[in-house]
């Protein structure tokens, strides 16, 4: 496992917690995980809701995206800092994509574009990959969902 740098003063820590220099809390990465794996998924979820339910897609629930999972990964993790950060942006990206991704799929089933006969793991998978490069909507999305992410950076 990583040791903990510590953020504020830079000093190594083998063991989460607080500090062993400074005192401030270093966050525990296990938790970091678990709080961006959940609220991306909520995200996700409400993003498709959005897109499928409401039919809208707007770059407002990017930048919620970004905040909220960053937000939890504080919150529920206590860390901040440059890992923390990582953690919570990949999070981020991968559920901005994916939700994209399997809601416009779920909109072109509804509206009888695609035939579930045709649908498979490969197809969302293709989708998805032409997307994160191609689909200038995705791209503005989840450099949304990245920027306002980012203050774990800096937070303390
Ligand atoms: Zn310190």
């Not at 820590?13 to 970091?32: M, V």
């Amino acid at each position: 496992m990583a040791n903990y740098v510590c953020p504020a003063c830079a000093a190594n820590n083998p063991e989460p917690g607080t500090c062993i220099l400074c005192g401030k809390r270093l966050g525990s990465y296990r938790r970091a995980l678990g709080a961006a794996l959940l609220s991306s998924l909520l995200m996700s979820g409400l993003w498709m809701f959005f897109t499928v339910v409401v039919r809208l897609q707007f770059p407002l629930v990017a930048c919620v995206f970004g905040a909220v999972v960053s937000y939890c990964v504080l919150h529920f993790s206590g860390g901040s800092g440059l890992l923390f950060q990582c953690i919570a942006s990949a999070f981020t990206l991968i559920g901005i994509v994916v939700a994209d991704s399997a809601s416009l799929l779920i909109l072109a089933v509804l509206d009888g574009k695609v035939t579930l006969d045709r649908l498979s793991l490969e197809w969302l998978w293709t989708d998805m990959g032409y997307r994160m490069v191609h689909d200038p909507y995705t791209i503005l999305y989840y450099a949304l969902g990245f920027i306002t992410g980012l203050f774990l950076l800096r937070a303390s």
